[in-house]
């Protein structure tokens, strides 16, 4: 046993303090934390307190330790890591204020040349952790990397689900500088939420993974002894400075460092705050007096769509400055009492940083994304697809073609092999994912050339090869059978895993989540077939409705044990069964309804009713709260909103912002194989569905608005330039770049291009307010034109309105408050797209609207379009 060991085993219960609204629990004999939990709530702990004796010893970072790299000038850079081989600190006197004191510098390693304290302290009611470097020597140490472990408990490992969403908590990080803080949200998003915020200058200028002990890269001391994999992401470094880390990439913050001279000392530290909840997290920041940057809508910002910062901060701006200069144009404007403002626009393409330089010298860092019109972004993606992603081989011995493949953006070449079958197999996430995105491109932006590919995919490849007679979904097109496809296979590859499935693995029709996206390849087919001309060739409007039907039916009967989850994209199950009253098909729309009735009966029995394959997911979470919604569960679909709320966070980064928590797909769909924060996995879109859907039933309820429109944007931000669409990207300072691979990327489409939509919001602080749209008042009344890339949805919060086109774009929109009408004029007639169908609902239980002419068609107003926009009147009946 470690010398750590034996310190942790040996050491009484250390006593327990309370500050504020939090009571934390110190080691006696390291003084790191072992327990932090609300005054309110003494059995949740913040920290993995329950885990403290299997984390007991050397090599398991606290809260509390430190990582150092520092140097002689001239001299090579060490490191020192305090729970690399731990020794006893040596305890300080405590007074008033100071919880606990003590001289750590014995445990920072051999040959150490400074001198660390720490301090535990209260101060204005919240619990400080402070550190104080001495540089005692002759000769001064230059400090390339500080790091402080933040170590919260994110360990699903061997919990239930019940358990994890009772005592687990996930950390999403601002990253941005003196501004920056963590915000600690438990997974069932309830309150208190803790805030992580910097004690005097301790910039948060890198949110550093902690890897695991033994798999590290070579001489990196700055690890953790737990086990990293699907039940737990990793601890990670606050980075106080990383000038000296080997980093490759652009990083979220330019890396610095500091030297102490002879004598010189400095002190780094985090303040403990509870928030009452996620959505008071920024009146916390408000009321601790720390800088508060709001974006919106957000902090992805297409060239023809600009946005509003809003600043607040009690210290006055002094300058600020983009990085790269021609990225964004900032220009002041009016804004409400106590906020700066400027109009945020697009100019350049990709990442930008937005520094404000404050009076006394502190610097926030924003970070913002810039896009291409997001009506380019969807062209450039369903031009890409279709060309350089389509696939035709006559000789393949797997029968793939024609399809649309997986693409590896490194080689610039279609997946035509992988040692997961699937990504090359045309199912699974990681094989599906291309083409589902190519279809739901259709959806709102058919262009006939891809619409018959799409036709000729369904109707030769998806029939008869992908999908069974019957309905039933194979995992896979493309196996492993040496014996067969003697010398086709690449040598190269390792086909020795278990993803490396034979015929009989791949032609398995139980995996429910392979349905979903053949469903949707139907469901596309099926609209654009019934709302629009000569668009759809090879079959008829219910020929595929029909084939959509008999997925959803199928799922259920061949894949039920997966089946009893919530799956991904799963909402297109729910338009099957609208789609299905619409046209009359009522023993089939009875059908759907039954099964999918047993399923949400199974999931209200449940607490948490969010599992999957993995131990905690959040891919099942956006169809669990559809289906509560739909059969009249109101309280379980609010459940299944919080706890979406619990893992998707807003904060003033174009990456985090709406960044549905994912860090194992990378593994399943990725070019680089690794557990690893994902950002904008496709979860950040799915999940902003429901959220989306929450806030046109409460309109009050900005913070859902806000959420769901990062995860819609932050969704885009995956397509190159080129319209190469990536599965994810990797946010460890070592890559720092989008994958390589296509992987899953359809599925975060799908949720895109379905909640795609312009929202007019007034709020009571910002005044007017365009999701996806650009507000202008005129005089007594608001213009609102759609950007939002689909231009076939608008929600009017005011009235309470969501108007959707299932053919025919909205060019713009005017809210008249004084009578409460709203006008819209939509687009010419194309040949395509002759009649517009439109539909309005009250989500919210407001007064129903009706429109000034049209005719009721399957649950349509059927507009015939002219040569001419088109000008439509709502009023209240």
């Given amino acids: 046993m470690s010398t750590g060991a034996l310190l942790h085993a040996a050491t009484p219960a250390p006593g327990r303090h309370v500050v504020g609204a939090l009571a934390l629990t110190l080691d006696s004999a390291s003084q790191t934390l072992l327990h932090l939990s609300p005054v309110g709530e003494p059995d949740f702990d913040f920290a993995p307190g329950d885990r403290a004796t299997e984390r007991a010893g050397d090599g398991y970072a606290q809260v509390g330790d430190l990582h150092l790299r520092l140097r002689a000038p001239g001299a090579a850079w060490r490191d020192f890591a305090s729970s690399g081989h731990r020794v006893p600190v040596r305890a300080l006197s405590t007074s008033g204020d100071v919880l606990a004191n003590a001289d750590m510098t014995a445990t920072m390693g051999s040959g150490f040349p400074l001198t660390v304290e720490r301090a535990w302290l209260r101060e204005r009611g919240a619990p400080v952790l402070r550190f104080t470097l001495v540089n005692r020597g002759t000769t001064p140490v230059e400090i390339g990397a500080l790091g402080m472990p933040m170590v919260f408990d994110n360990i699903i490992t061997d ?52 890897h695991e002990a033994g798999k ?40 610095t460092g500091f030297t102490l001279a002879p004598g010189e000392r400095r002190s780094i530290g ?19 007096r720390r800088p508060v940057a709001i974006g919106l809508p957000g902090y992805v910002v297409p060239t023809d769509s600009p946005g509003d910062l809003f600043v607040q901060s009690p210290q006055a701006v002094r300058d600020v400055t983009v990085t790269p200069a021609n990225a964004l144009t900032l220009t002041p404007a009016a804004g409400p009492k106590g906020w700066n403002r400027w109009r945020v626009t697009g100019t350049g393409w990709g990442r930008a940083r937005v520094a404000i330089t404050y009076a006394d010298g502190s610097v926030q860092s924003v970070h913002y994304f810039v896009t291409k019109p997001l009506a380019q972004v969807s062209a450039d993606l369903g031009r890409f697809a279709t060309t350089r992603q389509w696939f035709d081989d006559k000789g393949d011995p797997f029968h793939r073609g024609p399809s649309i ?6 080689a610039d070449r279609i ?78 590859i390792d086909w020795s895993s278990w993803a490396s499935w034979d015929r009989k693995q791949a032609d398995d029709l139980g995996r429910s989540y392979n349905y979903p996206h053949v469903a949707v390849g139907h469901w596309v087919l099926y609209r654009l077939a019934r709302y629009h001309t000569g668009l759809v060739t090879r079959h008829d409007a219910r020929f595929y409705l029909d084939r959509a039907y008999r997925t959803t039916v199928a799922m259920v009967r061949d894949a039920p ?66 289906w509560m919604q739909h059969f009249g569960h109101p309280r379980e679909a609010e459940v299944t909103r919080e706890v979406i709320l619990g893992y998707d966070p807003t904060v003033p980064h174009w990456g985090f912002n709406g960044n549905a928590r994912r860090y194992w797909d990378f593994l399943y769909g990725g070019k680089v194989q690794r557990i690893e924060r994902q950002i904008h996995h496709y979860g950040s879109a799915l999940n902003a569905v429901p959220l989306f859907d929450a806030f046109r039933r409460n309109p009050a309820d900005l913070h859902l608005l806000r959420v769901a429109y990062g995860g819609f944007m932050g969704g885009i931000t995956n397509v190159d330039r080129d319209g190469f669409a990536s599965a994810a990207f990797h946010s460890e300072p070592d890559m720092m770049r989008w994958d390589a691979y296509s992987g899953d990327y359809g599925m975060g489409y799908f949720g895109h291009a379905y909640a795609a939509a312009t929202y007019l919001v007034r709020d009571a602080t910002f005044g007017w307010l365009g999701f996806g749209g650009t507000v202008r008042e005129e005089g007594e009344t608001v213009a609102v034109v759609p950007h939002d890339g689909a231009r076939t949805r608008l929600f009017v919060a005011p009235a309470g309105q969501w108007i959707t086109l299932a053919a025919g774009t909205i060019a713009s929109a005017r809210w008249v408050p004084s009578t409460r009408r709203i006008e819209l004029t939509l687009d010419a007639a194309t040949a395509t797209t002759p009649t517009a169908h439109l539909s309005v609902e009250a989500p919210a239980g407001g007064a129903a609207y009706v429109v000034d002419h049209g005719r009721t068609e399957r649950g349509f107003t059927t507009l015939p379009l002219a040569a001419t926009p088109t000008v439509v009147t709502l009023t209240p009946r």
Wanted: aromatic share 10%; net charge negative; proline share 5%.
């Fill in 159 to 210: 919990r239930t689900l019940e358990q994890a969403h009772a005592k687990g908590s996930f950390v999403d990080p601002y990253i941005g500088n003196d501004a920056g803080y963590l915000q600690v949200t438990r997974l069932n998003g309830k309150g208190p939420a803790l805030l992580v915020l910097p004690d005097g200058r301790t910039p948060l200028e890198q949110y550093r993974i902690l």
């Fill in 561 to 626: 044990h997966y089946a009893q989850f919530g799956q991904m994209e799963g909402e297109v199950f729910l338009e099957v069964l609208a789609d299905l009253k619409r046209e009359g098909m009522t023993a089939q729309a009875a059908e759907v309804e039954r099964l999918m009735k047993v399923r949400a009966d199974h999931w209200r029995t449940l607490a948490y009713p969010f599992g999957s394959e993995m131990a905690w997911d959040s891919t099942g979470q956006p169809e669990v709260y559809a």
């Fill in 405 to 410: 493949l997986s693409y590896d953006r490194d």
């Fill in 415 to 492: 997946v035509t092999q992988d040692q997961r079958v699937w990504i090359a197999g045309l199912s699974d996430e990681g094989g599906a994912g291309a083409w589902v995105a190519a279809a739901m491109k259709q959806l709102d932006h058919p262009v006939p050339a891809e619409v018959a590919k799409l036709e000729r995919m369904v109707d030769e490849t998806v029939l008869g090869k992908l999908q069974v007679e019957a309905g039933g979904v194979k995992k896979s097109l493309f196996y492993y059978d040496p014996k067969t496809f003697r010398g086709h296979y690449d040598k190269s």
């Fill in 270 to 288: 985090v303040r403990l705050v509870a928030a009452p909840s996620i959505r008071g997290i920024e009146q916390t920041l408000q009321a601790e």
């Fill in 216 to 255: 590290a890269p070579a001489g990196d001391i700055f690890t953790d002894r737990t086990k990293r994999q699907q039940t737990f992401e990793g601890f990670y470094d606050w980075m106080v400075a990383s000038a000296a880390m080997k980093d490759a990439g652009q990083q979220w913050n330019p890396g």
